[in-house]
């Protein structure tokens, strides 16, 4: 008789928050012949929305705007007046799959790699077809995926990375191409302005990453960095570097006066945004705030849905929309040395018993948590 054992699914909450979090007893996977069978240790605590491509809502949100929700949700078939809906963001690429755990058994014909043996604490990297997170165990066909996280590392921390952190991290990457083409291309210009959109864990990524990265850059005194506030919060977060400038974008203002005061706080118009925003007003605003030949990037999820409508909007403005993918598994791996190595701070997080993902996702849905929620579903200390 096979083992059982547990598999945890998350899905759409409903008006009353009920039934969202179903639990059931699955076969223990078998062991690829080429692969290796994970203990899942901690996942990123996020839900499916039922639309005709799967997204998810993940507590990225937590610390994010709860304004024009209606534009927020506008792709995901929702009536906005549905309390789940309050304060969530789409921030995570891959419900269900921000998995750090233990490598519990290895296949027969499998070839090892970067040292990977069976108790090797790892990260998984999201790649296509990757198996869904929320479960005691799930099997990897090879080890391609698999990166090692040091022990100095805590696998909660480490669970936060695949997604959220390594998508901010291509977008910095990205960025940097930008900024080397406006500060040493053709043109170049004296000075660069680079405006982050947000203050949930995606921003906060890439504003942490960003400031790592461009103190390599030998023209790091001549980029200025700029914070557009969604939320109250954005101010604390944005001070702990007392060089970056911060704007709030409050919906109460007009359109006109949220682009003049953004312009007016980075001193004049934007040359690159990272726009972490998902609604069609957030990004018609960065592209009105951008330097003729600036650059907006957006996530692949958002440029997917609005990239169509606003083509047209940037050809007028002469300024352009980047559509940034995740990132690779060599940047996975690099941003788990930063982090290990305390060279990148990464952002609050909280972490809960699997057996409570009804009230986190209850907590979520009403922006209770701080922070990335991160669900535990082995004891390994």
């Known amino acids: 008789m096979s083992k059982l054992c547990r598999q945890v699914s998350i899905e759409s909450p409903g008006a009353t928050l009920n039934e969202c979090v179903f639990s059931f007893e699955v076969p223990v996977p078998d062991v690829p012949p080429y692969g290796a069978r994970i203990r899942v240790v901690y996942a990123g605590a996020c839900y499916r929305v039922v639309r005709t491509r799967s997204a998810s809502v993940c507590s990225t949100s937590s610390i994010s705007s709860i304004g024009s929700l209606t534009g927020e949700m506008e792709g995901f078939s929702m009536h906005s007046s549905t309390p789940a809906h309050v304060g969530l963001r789409d921030g995570a690429l891959f419900p269900g799959y921000e998995v750090a755990g233990i490598v519990d058994a290895i296949g027969g014909a499998a070839e090892c790699t970067d040292g990977i043996t069976i108790g090797t604490r790892i990260v998984l990297y999201p790649y296509e077809g990757v198996p869904h997170g929320y479960a005691d165990f799930i099997v990897v066909p090879d080890f391609k995926c698999l990166v090692p996280v040091p022990a100095v590392l805590p696998l909660s921390v480490a669970a936060m990375l695949p997604t959220g952190a390594l998508l901010a991290t291509n977008t910095v990457y990205t960025a940097i191409e930008c900024l080397n083409t406006i500060l040493e291309g053709s043109t170049k210009k004296d000075k660069a302005t680079?405006?982050?959109?947000?203050?949930?864990?995606?921003?906060?990524?890439?504003?942490?990453?960003?400031?790592?990265?461009?103190?390599?850059?030998?023209?790091?005194?001549?980029?200025?960095?700029?914070?557009?506030?969604?939320?109250?919060?954005?101010?604390?977060?944005?001070?702990?570097?007392?060089?970056?400038k911060v704007v709030q974008w409050s919906e109460d203002l007009y359109e006109r006066q949220l682009i003049e005061r953004t312009i007016d706080a980075c001193g004049g118009p934007v040359d690159v945004v990272l726009n972490f925003g998902t609604t069609s007003r957030s990004l018609h605003r960065s592209l009105q705030c951008l330097a003729p030949g600036g650059m907006v990037l957006v996530t692949e999820s958002t440029g997917e849905k609005l990239l169509p409508k606003f083509a047209k909007k940037a050809e007028d403005l002469n300024v352009n929309i980047v559509v940034v993918p995740n990132g690779t598994i060599e940047q996975l791996k690099e941003l788990v040395e930063l982090v290990s190595n305390g060279d990148i701070e990464p952002p609050p997080h909280s972490v809960f018993p699997a057996e409570e993902a009804q009230e986190v996702v209850r907590k979520l849905c009403n922006s209770e948590i701080n922070g990335r929620a991160i669900l535990k579903f082995h004891n390994i200390d």
Do not use: C, Q
């Open 194 to 244: 680079m405006l982050i959109v947000g203050t949930g864990g995606l921003a906060l990524w890439a504003l942490r990453i960003a400031t790592h990265y461009f103190r390599r850059l030998p023209y790091h005194d001549r980029i200025h960095i700029s914070v557009a506030s969604l939320k109250d919060e954005g101010f604390v977060l944005a001070k702990e570097n007392e060089e970056i």
